[in-house]
């Protein structure tokens, strides 16, 4: 009987078939390797493009910011105008105001009726004169009275005094100015 000694075939297969295990390991690591730093160049692109993109939105809110400081510079200077000019439209609506009184006035005193003082106190007017007799002042008063311009007339004093030799009333009036309608 023959003997064929196949022991070192086995090896050889054995050999063989570690050495396939090896490079086959080898070669899972090296791929593992690559996808690895496959990823990790991704992650590190994107973490890149993502600081650039914080960098830029923070630029950008740095310019916003300054916008809007400068947007809060108009209004407050809008709302400086704005008052400027109500201010002047209210001095325009009330300088024919004080002229328009007195021309009232001038028009509603009859012969014989001085008007020795005038004076304003907010929206109260007080005038001191001096008048014939009591049916003058009453007829002056019912004038004032009649006006749009004055309200609420009141004869505050009428007393009898002597000028010049003659007897003559002297008088105080109060009165209210009329509200401005708008």
Known sequence: MIRINLLPVRAAKRKETARQQIIVSLGAIA??????????SYLMV???????????SEQEIVELKAKIDKIKDIEKLKAEVKKKLDVLSQLRREKTGPVQRLQTLSQSVQEKIWL??????????T????????????AFMKSIEASTDFEKVELIVSEQTE????????????????????
């Open 46 to 56: 994107k973490i890149s493009s993502t600081k650039e993109e914080i960098t830029r």
């Open 163 to 182: 000028l010049a030799g003659m007897k003559l009333k002297k008088f105080e009036l109060k009165f209210n100015l009329e509200p401005k309608k708008l």
């Open 116 to 125: 020795t003082s005038y004076s304003e106190n907010g929206t109260q007017i």
């Open 31 to 40: 791929i593992l390797l690559l996808l690895s730093f496959l990823v990790y």
């Open 127 to 138: 005038i001191n004169g001096i008048a014939f007799n009591e049916e003058l002042i009453a």
